[in-house]
């Protein structure tokens, strides 16, 4: 998901990574419009891979949108299929590695373009 994150004059766009855990359908009324949410476990960005030039990621439980925002709107998010590989699928890494942990977005789609 693309969200924008700062102050006024000084909007960046970020990326961030879940995986869906829950789909929802929320109706305000009975007979109203139904809008559906996602509930995600999140993951922060760890960097690039020096290697793959790939996004490397890793498991965030104290990620924003797990505490302040528990169920994201389907409509704020920009889908796109991708695949988390191992950053360590060998196990070559000692075992205090930190990398051991993450994960190599594998993302082979075009950026979505602003509105």
Not at 63 to 92: E, G, I, N
């Amino acid at each position: 998901m693309d969200y924008k994150a700062g102050a006024a004059r000084a909007v960046a766009i970020k990326k961030s990574f879940a995986r869906v855990k829950r789909i929802f359908e929320h109706v305000m009324f009975p007979g109203g419009p139904k809008e559906l949410f996602l509930q995600g476990e999140w993951y922060k960005s760890e960097g690039k891979c020096a290697i793959a030039g790939t996004e490397m990621v890793s498991p965030d439980p104290q990620h924003h949108f797990t505490h302040q925002s528990k169920f994201v709107p389907l409509l704020w998010c920009y889908q796109q299929p991708v695949a988390l590989w191992p950053y360590d699928p060998l196990d070559r890494l000692h075992p205090e590695d930190l990398r051991k942990g993450f994960f190599d977005v594998i993302d082979r789609n075009e950026d979505q373009e602003a509105a």
